[in-house]
């Protein structure tokens, strides 16, 4: 099921703002007036641009925050077979307030109305073009158009906002052939090139237990061809398995990990670490780091108890069991 949910205004009484904080700091980063904002600062350190925000204890503040109740449902529990979703890999709402949702189960791409009625959809299983195999991230592309990324044929494909197929690239054809793209993480700078994390094939651990490696970062044309190498940023923290024939790789309960967002011709980087986000140049140049004080919470043992009871409320005692012996033990 996918469910939209609208923002609404509240007051916070007092206490912490909530851990949206990012949004407004990144607004805050363009003021050159810290006194107006007296628990920030701004400052120059080699032509790299600070923001640190202290630890807001402030009441009465109005504040952006999730409604109650959805404004709409799609998918869940339904006889319509136009409703049924299944392995989602994107959902977005267009200028009119049309949803689109990429739905890897049946390799299409389904439109529908700003009140949930189908459309119709673009899209099928194979590998022609407006065709896909894996479907892996949706993405809105200027101002006219979306894509979608298929990581198993490595191929971006533009629709203009209706549907209608317009092209089709397939990203570092030749160059890179040992690099995992990673679609989800996908970017469209203001000149509609493409900023793409990567994890290196050949870099992956091959031994049990836990591991971090790195993700390559690269800039690439609207045709897919590479045009520089951004840098490298620490990956998800994953648990290595002993399987037969070799290791598998699951990902950790609360792992730390990292997160990527493009804006005009910047993106973002921030990680579940610390409380910093790094804006860069596409070409990878250092522009601003943006900070908060806030405290730390460890995650306890009853929070991944919780987690795993979640995951598995009403299934079988078998099905919880073979996920301890996997997910949950990695993280002992």
Known sequence: MIRFKRLRMTTIPGGRLPCVWAIGVV??????????????????????????????????????IIADTPSLDLGGATTDPSQELFYVAGAMRLDDGSIVVA???????????EDGTFLGTVGARGSGPGEFQTLSGLLRYGPDSIAVFDSELRRLT??????????????????????LLVGAALGVFADRTLFLPTRDLFSVQRRPG????????????????????????????????????????VSRIFGRSTFYAVAGDNFFVGTNDWYEIARYSPTGVLRALIRTDHPRSPVQRGDREAFIQARFEG??????????????????
Not at 28 to 57: K, M, Q, W, Y
Not at 159 to 179: H, I, Q, V
Not at 212 to 238: C, K, N, W, Y
Not at 315 to 332: F, I, L, N, T
């Open 103 to 113: 739905n890897d189960g049946t390799a299409e791409l389904r439109f529908f109305g």
């Open 210 to 249: 836990a591991m971090r490696g790195t993700q390559p970062s690269i800039h690439v044309s609207e045709t897919g061809t590479l045009l520089d190498s951004v840098g490298a940023f620490p990956g998800r923290e994953m648990f290595m398995q002993t399987i037969e024939g070799g290791v598998r790789a």
């Open 158 to 179: 533009v629709y203009d906002l209706t549907g209608n197929f317009g092209r089709s690239a397939t990203l570092l054809p030749a160059e890179g052939s040992g690099l």
């Open 27 to 64: 607004a805050l980063a363009c003021s050159n007036s810290p006194e107006t904002h007296p628990r920030t600062t701004v400052t120059d350190s080699s032509g790299i641009t600070i923001v640190h925000n202290r630890s807001p204890h402030r009441s009465g503040v109005e504040t952006w």
């Open 315 to 332: 299934q079988s005692p078998a099905e919880r069991q073979a996920y301890e012996r996997g997910y949950g033990k990695s993280d002992h």
